[in-house]
């Protein structure tokens, strides 16, 4: 006699909108069992019976086999009476209660709506917005947690009735898809001049005749809109780079494959499964000798930022124009003005999930920019969250987090909020967060800094515990979060500028740190910051070098500005080590001013001699607060400078001799507080050649190195940090 088991089975994670119903469906009646599927506001729960191997046979392949797009987090199976099902049937489901169901991030076309895009038999032959339950929009047009579309900014375009026949069909790929649509019935594509007219009834011909000929183009994507002319076009990406204001920031390349882009940059297996995956983020890549780029899509980079389509739209593109695209990195919450013509279009989207950048550093692959394809899928915690919290980050490449239970929703990047509609973005998305995961927090973290429209957003939200978090105890513990480490550790954090509880502005800093607490073990030893350093680097060599040292007389440039410099008595101390690599920056002559955040430490990375050992020194002096000393490594610098050493073999020591400085610090402080183990933090950290050199020091000295790779070590990251602190806090 067959033994007859049933379980139910209750299944939480990314399971809603991505094909787990059908597939539960189908792998029952494959091992002829009975039951039933249903979603619910927290996963899907099912019913299942029959023979006792079957039942066994389905529970593991339920982890095992379930769709690529699906993130199971728990599995709860609890033994139950035989309810005589006949046949196994997807019931309607239950969407009553608190929502806990994560929302997916957005993903790239599946081969398959590619086949049908290229398909002149298929109804949705070169239809843009094709989409199914494997791939699509999500996070960007979801208005709920519940992926239907009438819960989604789909709920403006009701299906024809071929939709709708593929949306209640459970046995069709777009079965309960979010996204489902077509010509008929979903969203339109537009070619708008700058007057908002109509330029084509065939926008993306249209549009790649413009691009051929040097205009500009604006595409949106999904979630945000980006910049595109040929890569390279010279004088179209000339015209592109004069319409950013000024602003350096190296330009994307967008591919129409990997065999595009292995024309462009140096591809190995694991840089080509990055490039074609689900996420398509942008990969920062070594550039190929001679590569068909323009100068001005990414000057003084060894690296390029490629990416491969991640929309339909982006396919149709580049097979009609033939050649990359050079594209800006997308996803400020605002529309572009600086371009002719808009390849726009009147769908759904809610929520801005602008492009990832990753890079492979020291051997591991870190998220630089998490965004589309990566949020807002959450990040695991180590521990349990006692109250929701909101963290609402910094100022400069802000983001917020939301925590409950064990685990942390990170924003994606947001921008800077010193820029009104990234602000309004940011508060709007902060009480979108809320809305979609069902969280409202008891808890609110803050940067320790007044000034910061972040921390002011959080001082003004009522009922709520406010927790401020120093800066750099932030990275650290993001670090932390990161790597599901409670710590203690010394931690690295050598980032921008920061607000100290003594009032000071920190940035190169070594502290003692858990999740919840911290102390200052060391620091770079503080120099004056003038008026007018933060984008003219100069001003910190001058700082750096002072009193006539034969450095001075090196950058002549600038003979006339340096008294005046100088003579300012009244300029607060840093310690910032973003400030010494904009001073090293600047002596070397690599750029006069900076435009973006982080640009000295990045360009100075691309400008150094990878191959070169020797080292500065810099002088580490044990006490109450150990000191490293910074002047050493830019005095050293102006001598070789003066004697006519090649600035790449400069830049190189001086990488060497910042690494050098770190190992030899922790050293010291490991033999006064016991602890082996050092977490890396802070902007300065996106440099690879400073991250790879310190990691191959510290863990030559026997240390384990923590560094991060979920989630950014600049700004970016801070709010998970911000986050992990006040959970920590709270058990305390």
């Excluded at 033994?3 to 299944?11: A, G, I, R």
């Excluded at 046979?57 to 690529?68: N, V």
């Excluded at 982006?314 to 600086?338: N, Q």
């Amino acid at each position: 006699m067959t033994v007859v088991k049933h379980v139910d089975v209750h299944v939480e994670g990314v399971v809603r909108g991505v094909g787990f119903r059908p597939f539960v469906r189908s792998l029952a009646t494959r091992l002829g069992l009975a039951g039933r599927v249903r979603g619910d506001v927290t996963g899907v729960h099912i019913e299942i019976e029959g023979a006792l191997a079957g039942v066994e046979e389905f529970l593991t392949a339920l982890e095992r086999d379930a769709p690529a797009l699906s993130a199971i987090e728990r599995v709860t199976v609890v033994r139950g009476e035989p309810a005589g099902h006949r046949g196994f049937t997807i019931a309607p489901g239950d969407l009553t209660g608190p929502r806990r169901a994560p929302v997916l991030a957005d993903t790239a076309p599946c081969d398959d709506c590619l086949r049908e895009l290229a398909d002149p038999a298929d109804r949705r032959h070169r239809y843009p917005f094709i989409a199914c339950a494997a791939c699509g929009p999500r996070y960007t047009i979801a208005r709920t947690a519940l992926c239907d579309p009438p819960h989604t900014g789909m709920a403006g375009h009701p299906l024809c009735p071929a939709c709708a026949a593929e949306f209640d069909d459970a046995g069709s790929r777009r079965f309960h898809a979010p996204a489902t649509g077509c010509p008929s019935c979903g969203p339109r594509l537009r070619l708008l001049d700058d007057r908002g007219a109509d330029l084509s009834a065939d926008p993306v011909a249209r549009a790649v005749t413009l691009l051929r000929a040097g205009r500009v183009v604006a595409v949106t994507g999904l979630g945000g809109c980006h910049l595109a002319v040929p890569a390279a076009h010279e004088h179209a990406a000339a015209t592109l780079r004069g319409r950013r204001h000024r602003d350096d920031a190296p330009f994307a390349v967008m591919a129409a494959d990997l065999a595009q882009a292995r024309r462009l940059c140096e591809i190995d297996d694991a840089a080509a499964e990055l490039l074609a995956g689900r996420a398509r983020p942008i990969v920062l890549l070594p550039r190929l000798p001679g590569a068909p780029v323009a100068a001005a899509v990414a000057p003084g980079h060894r690296t390029l930022g490629l990416v491969l389509p991640y929309t339909a739209l982006h396919h149709l593109l580049l097979a009609e124009l033939g050649e990359p695209l050079a594209v800006t990195v997308s996803g400020e919450p605002r529309p572009h003005t600086d371009a002719d013509a808009f390849l726009t279009h009147d769908g759904p989207v809610h929520l801005h999930a602008g492009d990832s950048i990753v890079r492979r550093m020291s051997g591991e692959v870190t998220v630089l920019r998490r965004a589309r394809g990566y949020a807002p899928e959450p990040l695991p915690l180590r521990h349990r969250v006692p109250r929701p919290v909101l963290a609402c980050g910094a100022e400069l490449n802000s983001t917020f987090c939301l925590a409950t239970e064990r685990r942390a929703f990170l924003s994606p990047h947001l921008g800077h909020l010193d820029d009104p509609g990234t602000l309004r973005a940011f508060t709007e998305d902060i009480d979108h967060f809320c809305g979609l995961f069902g969280i409202r927090p008891d808890v609110v973290a803050c940067d320790l800094h007044p000034g910061y429209p972040s921390t002011r957003h959080a001082q003004h939200i009522p009922g709520v515990d406010l927790v401020g978090v120093q800066h750099h105890h932030a990275h650290i513990a993001s670090c932390l979060a990161d790597n599901g480490d409670p710590g203690p550790v010394i931690g690295v954090a050598f980032d921008d500028l920061g607000h100290g509880p003594d009032g000071a502005l920190w940035g190169g800093e070594f502290l003692r740190a858990d999740l919840a607490r911290y102390e200052r073990l060391g620091r770079l030893t503080p120099v004056p910051l003038p008026a007018g350093a933060l984008r003219q680097p100069w001003r910190m060599a001058a700082a750096y070098l002072r009193h006539d040292h034969p450095g001075l007389a090196v950058v002549r440039r600038h003979a006339a500005l340096w008294a005046d410099v100088l003579a300012q008595q009244d300029a607060p101390l840093t310690s910032s080590a973003a400030r010494l690599f904009d001073a090293v920056y600047a002596l070397l002559g690599v750029r006069d001013a900076v435009t973006y955040d982080g640009q000295s430490a990045t360009e100075l990375e691309h400008h150094a001699d990878p191959t070169e050992t020797g080292a500065y020194p810099a002088a580490v002096t044990p006490g109450d607060l150990l000191a490293v000393d910074g002047r050493d490594l830019i005095h050293a610098a102006a001598e070789d400078l003066t004697a006519g050493v090649p600035t790449p073999v400069i830049a190189g020591r001086f990488h060497n001799g910042v690494a050098d400085a770190i190992a030899r610090a922790c050293q010291t402080l490991r033999q006064a507080t016991g602890l082996s183990a050092v977490a890396l933090s802070g902007s300065v950290f996106q440099n690879a050649l400073l991250l790879e050199r310190t990691v191959e020091r510290l863990r030559a000295a026997g240390f384990r190195v923590l560094r991060h790779v979920r989630v950014p070590p600049h700004d970016g990251g801070l709010s998970l940090g911000q986050a992990a602190v006040a959970a920590a806090r709270d058990r305390a």
